[in-house]
């Protein structure tokens, strides 16, 4: 017999585990959650060190981008959680609430409720802050958020106060509307241990709920449609097809996946629905489009004439934002962010000294210019997405990238580092030319893990979802997911997406 839910969830990671909880909040309504992965059950996941050795795990799901040109050809890989929730166990738990100004193309593309001021409140509810001053912060959210103190290891308080000697504010902390400047970063702990989205919004008491069905290992192939409404899902568990319908659908499967489940369900571009041989229902032709994602140079490498300690939290202790006109300007936007790593870390190919002799200064843009797509290579949801994220395709991009590693160097080499600081390793101190330069960002760039903007929020007619998120083309689906935002935020979008799903929750009007 079908299962019917009043409610489909599909995706348990960061956005999903949110709607779940806010939507099965009412007793009055049935809700379904749907996920391709398991619970978590590997220890590592919960290790705050062990995070960069999670991908390419079982519950990874590995995906790869296309040969970038501007990246010397390079693949690139992309990890993402297949798992309860997704991406919010794998990733490096820096919570960034982002700078106003970065909403404001939101605001542009979706009206006022989409400014940073009308988020403000999802962000609050969201969180559950300790660590210092508690005001313009959640305090009992579900999202326990630290702002570490005393754990911030000696080489990255000798990185900010070198930041703070060449301009940069003395911030203290990324999450009170100011950006720019030095901060440890703000995690998302508990009891020293990773908190996943998951972990914090679905507690056994929430998943308890009788008006909640969580199912896993239900890989969702396609929507079903008749006319301008989805009915129901097709999904795979354990090699079998399942059927599911709902009266309405929430879809949250992330930057990449939501647009291949839309696709795949025939709305898309007519062309790409075309070659890959699905009937069009809905000529959407900016689904997959305006990706975009932050890049990091991996990295500007120091050995150390001291030994290092092993980091006590994550080893990316601190992302530094500047305005790279002006590294003093407090509330300007920033163009460029700076991060340090208690460790060694380079790109594949090249040497580095071993763990605890050396660390790490990497850059970044915030606002690259560069904007790829994602797309289906066939109609099978076992084939991979063509993922092309068009990496430093821009002049603006390219520009940036040097300025910033110009002065992750100039950081590097500042007396407040000496007490650290033997020699730069990489890019090597003999390399300084532009053309060195660039050539080294080109071998070396890797994804911050940010991607997002493939379902884009507008209020024009070719937006994906409208302002309240509903997918143009059908009357009761929605996403809500990293897919939506029409503008990446400077920093780290993990807490950005809680607040897409907290405040599309808190304003969901029935249609
Ligand atoms: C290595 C890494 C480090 C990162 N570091 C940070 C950081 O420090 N700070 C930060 O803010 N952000 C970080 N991020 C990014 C952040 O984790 C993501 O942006 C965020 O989790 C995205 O949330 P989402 O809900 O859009 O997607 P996800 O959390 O990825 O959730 C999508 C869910 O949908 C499921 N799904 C997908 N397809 C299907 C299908 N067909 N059927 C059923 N289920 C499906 C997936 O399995 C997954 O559970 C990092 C990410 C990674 C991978």
Not at 292 to 321: I, K
């Amino acid at each position: 017999m079908t299962r019917h839910f009043d409610w489909l969830v599909l995706g348990a990671g960061s956005a999903g585990s949110v709607i779940a909880r806010r939507l099965s909040d009412d007793p009055g309504l049935s809700v379904g959650l749907v996920e391709a992965g398991g619970f978590p059950a590997d220890p590592d996941i919960d290790d705050p060190l062990q995070w960069p050795a999670l991908p390419g795990r079982a519950f990874d799901w590995a995906y790869r981008t296309e040969p970038q040109p501007h990246t010397a050809d390079r693949c690139h890989d992309w990890p993402r959680g297949r798992l309860v929730g997704g991406s919010s166990c794998m990733h490096a738990m820096a919570h960034v609430r982002g700078h106003p100004e970065d909403f404001e193309p939101w605001r542009h593309a979706g009206g006022d409720r989409w400014s940073y001021a009308s988020l403000l409140p999802a962000f609050t509810r969201s969180e559950s802050f300790s660590g210092g001053d508690t005001s313009g912060r959640g305090t009992d959210g579900p999202l326990d958020v630290i702002l570490p103190d005393d754990a911030v290891s000696p080489v990255v308080r000798a990185y900010m106060a070198a930041g703070n000697a060449l301009g940069a504010p003395e911030l203290g902390d990324h999450n009170r509307g100011r950006l720019n400047g030095t901060a440890p970063n703000s995690l998302t702990l508990r009891n020293g241990r990773r908190l996943s989205v998951a972990t914090a919004y679905l507690d056994p008491q929430i998943l308890a709920r009788d008006n909640l069905t969580l199912l896993t290992e239900h890989r969702v192939d396609r929507l079903l449609i008749e006319g301008p409404r989805a009915t129901g899902i097709l999904a795979r568990h354990t090699g079998q097809p399942v059927t599911l319908t709902a009266d309405r659908i929430v879809i949250c499967a992330g930057a990449i996946a939501s647009p291949m489940l839309l696709m795949r369900s025939g709305i898309g571009s007519a062309d790409t629905l075309r070659q890959i041989g699905v009937d069009c229902r809905f000529d959407s032709p900016e689904v997959g489009r305006n990706l975009q994602d932050h890049l990091l140079v991996l990295g500007n490498v120091y050995r150390a004439r001291q030994s290092v300690p092993p980091s006590r939290l994550q080893h990316s202790e601190s992302l530094m934002y500047l305005d790279s006109s002006d590294l003093s300007a407090r509330h300007t936007q920033p163009d460029i962010v700076l991060a340090c790593v208690v460790a060694p870390s380079a790109a594949p190919g090249f040497e580095t000294p071993p763990y605890g002799t050396a660390y790490t200064l990497l850059c970044g843009v915030t606002h690259p210019a560069s904007r790829g797509v994602v797309k289906p290579g066939s109609a099978d949801p076992d084939q991979p997405p063509l993922i092309d994220p068009h990496y430093l395709s821009t002049d603006h991009d390219r520009a940036t990238f040097r300025t910033a590693l110009q002065l992750a160097r100039q950081l590097g080499h500042h007396k407040a580092l000496e007490a650290w600081r033997d020699c730069e390793v990489l890019p090597g101190a003999d390399m300084r030319s532009d053309a060195e330069l660039d050539a080294f960002i080109a071998r070396t760039a890797s994804t911050h893990h940010h991607p997002c903007g493939t379902c884009r929020m507008g209020r024009d007619e070719t937006a994906v979802v409208d302002p309240d998120l509903r997918i143009n083309g059908l009357g009761n689906a929605f996403i809500v997911d990293a897919s939506i935002m029409p503008a990446i935020p400077s920093g780290p979008i993990n807490a950005a997406v809680v607040a897409i799903a907290e405040h599309w929750a808190a304003g969901l009007k029935t249609p």
